[in-house]
């Protein structure tokens, strides 16, 4: 249901109010109203990625698998030194 024009000037009325006598709740109150309407687009925005699902991976899975491929570089690279170390310091 819509605000009248009465109720809307009443609203601003106490809004100023508010704001001149207290604005430290006003900015709390302000902060607070932010952070509520971010977490309801969040909230409506992994609904809408329920809906539709996506093809490609999401950058957790990216940053996971980037992260074990570079671990098993690693331990390659390390075990081909070692093995080719050995090899040269034992005698024939």
């Known amino acids: 249901m819509a605000w009248s024009q009465e109720e809307e000037r009443i609203l601003l009325r ?3 109010h508010l704001v001149d006598e207290d604005p430290k709740l006003a900015a709390r ?5 932010k ?3 971010r977490h309801e687009e ?4 992994r609904e809408r990625r329920r809906e539709r699902p996506s093809r490609r991976p999401r950058r957790s899975t990216v940053v996971l698998m980037t992260s074990w491929l570079l671990i098993a570089t690693l331990i390659a690279t390390l075990l081909i ?3 080719r170390h050995e090899a040269a310091a034992l005698p024939l």
């Open 14 to 16: 106490i809004e100023r």
């Open 29 to 33: 109150l302000e902060s607070f109203d």
């Open 35 to 37: 952070r509520v309407r």
């Open 42 to 45: 969040g909230r409506r925005r």
């Open 81 to 83: 030194l070692v093995l």
